[in-house]
T-cell receptor, first 111, second 117 residues
Framework: DAKTTQPTSMDCAEGRAANLPCNHSTISGNEYVYWYRQIHSQGPQYIIH???NNETNEMASLIITEDRKSSTLILPHATLRDTAVYYCIVLTQGGSEKLVFGKGTKLTVNP | GAVVSQHPSRVICKSGTSVKIECRSL??????MFWYRQFPKQSLMLMATSNEGSKATYEQGVEKDKFLINHASLTLSTLTVTSAHPEDSSFYICSASTRGIGNQPQHFGDGTRLSIL
């Protein structure tokens, strides 16, 4: 079973920041938080991951609370192409561990 | 970034046909590959995990004799749906990863949409 809780859906205006929350209150000390997204009819795309420090890459920023029980994925300037289902997943071993996908958050970026 | 290629992207065939789907890691060696299935309006569900050179590990409820997985090299895994029936129609997606230092993410192919008539 997925160990995370995400809102079912969110809307965001094009050009604005999209902040997607995720609760993972039972996360263990050695578990990472991974974010993937799936655009309609495509395979999931890796976005970012982190353990306890905030992370940033060319796609997004990941803010993890100090107690690690929740995190927020930030898309700083959302575009229409960011419309997708976003999945927050906790993993211990990263690539070598199977991913358990919950229902994710359906983000709709509106013009 | 890491690229995973999946082929074919779409297959339409008659009931009883066997269908082979290929998953290739183009710019890295994939020690582990995963096969997922996704029905309409549902999340991805893992079918099996394959490690290069060894037998695949199937999830509960997935028939290993129906969904044959071969991972003969570090860049290629294949999924064969044997004697496919309409209920096997789905979106099949592979992912690949490499063991090593750090927590490298899995990278996914673009999926194969299988339609059985």
């Amino acid at each position: 079973d997925a160990k995370t809780t995400q809102p079912t859906s969110m809307d965001c205006a094009e050009g604005r920041a999209a902040n997607l929350p995720c609760n993972h209150s039972t996360i263990s000390g050695n578990e990472y938080v991974y974010w993937y997204r799936q655009i309609h009819s495509q395979g999931p795309q890796y976005i970012i991951h982190g353990l306890k420090n905030n992370e940033t890459n060319e796609m997004a920023s990941l803010i993890i609370t100090e107690d690690r029980k929740s995190s927020t994925l930030i898309l700083p300037h959302a575009t229409l192409r960011d419309t997708a289902v976003y999945y927050c997943i906790v993993l211990t071993q990263g690539g070598s561990e199977k991913l358990v996908f919950g229902k994710g958050t359906k983000l709709t970026v509106n013009p | 970034g890491a690229v995973v290629s999946q082929h074919p992207s779409r297959v339409i065939c008659k009931s009883g046909t066997s269908v082979k789907i290929e998953c290739r890691s183009l710019d890295f060696q994939a020690t582990t590959m995963f096969w997922y299935r996704q029905f309409p309006k549902q999340s991805l569900m893992l079918m099996a995990t394959s490690n290069e050179g060894s037998k695949a590990t199937y999830e509960q409820g997935v028939e290993k004799d129906k969904f044959l997985i071969n991972h003969a090299s570090l860049t290629l895994s294949t999924l064969t749906v044997t004697s496919a029936h309409p209920e096997d129609s789905s979106f099949y997606i592979c992912s690949a990863s490499t063991r090593g230092i750090g927590n490298q993410p899995q990278h996914f192919g673009d999926g194969t949409r299988l339609s059985i008539l």
